[in-house]
């Protein structure tokens, strides 16, 4: 987004929004647009890759989740052992429940929990500023050239938890990662 202000930003979200669902009705719009805000500055933060933004209905109650990949630089101190030292590191933030697991590019660490955010009331029907909050999986991939590839699934809505987390899990048990010629790499752990 180029914008130089919240109003401006807001705009452009909603403008973004109209153009990538253009045959939903406004409240979904709105919605998707909202969700988009909530995560933006964290986004550009985190250097994402990739986000991706789902709308759904989980037993009647509307739901949504983002999905995000990163690349980020391992702290120096991480040494041979990233897959430890991030583990170490997480559990020392206290922001979930971390376990160290084995995927099929090789070892990673997984973070279950819950974050408070809060959404600006520019972007609010009330108009204030809301607190949101905001359960997610992080998995960080420790790479040989000192960086992590993260993935994290993050939703505001209680309701689509089971479901957004099942599709989470199986996009992460099936990650692959491969060289330039194409042949599979697994990372050492």
């Known amino acids: 987004m180029d914008a130089e202000d919240l109003d401006t930003t807001a705009e452009q979200l909603m403008e973004l929004a109209l153009g990538a669902l253009p045959e939903a009705d406004f409240e979904v719009q709105l919605q998707w647009a909202v969700m988009c805000a909530a995560h933006y500055d964290s986004f550009v933060e985190a250097g994402v890759q990739y986000a991706g933004f789902v709308l759904t209905e989980v037993d009647g109650a509307r739901c949504t989740a983002t999905v995000t990949v990163s690349m980020i630089d391992l702290d120096s101190r991480a040494g041979s052992n990233a897959v430890g030292f991030i583990g170490s590191s997480m559990r020392h933030l206290g922001i979930g429940q971390v376990s160290e697991i084995q995927l099929p590019c090789g070892p990673a660490v997984s973070c279950i929990g819950n974050r408070k955010g809060s959404l600006d009331g520019s972007l609010t029907a009330s108009g204030k500023d809301e607190t949101v909050w905001t359960s997610f999986i992080q998995v960080q991939v420790p790479l040989t050239n000192g960086t992590a590839l993260v993935l994290e ?37």
Not at 158 to 185: H, I, N, Q, T, Y
């Open 153 to 189: 699934m993050g939703t505001p809505t209680p309701d689509g938890w089971d479901v957004f987390s099942a599709m989470f899990a199986g996009v992460v048990k099936s990650l692959r990662l491969f060289d330039a010629d194409g042949e599979p790499l697994v990372m050492p752990g």
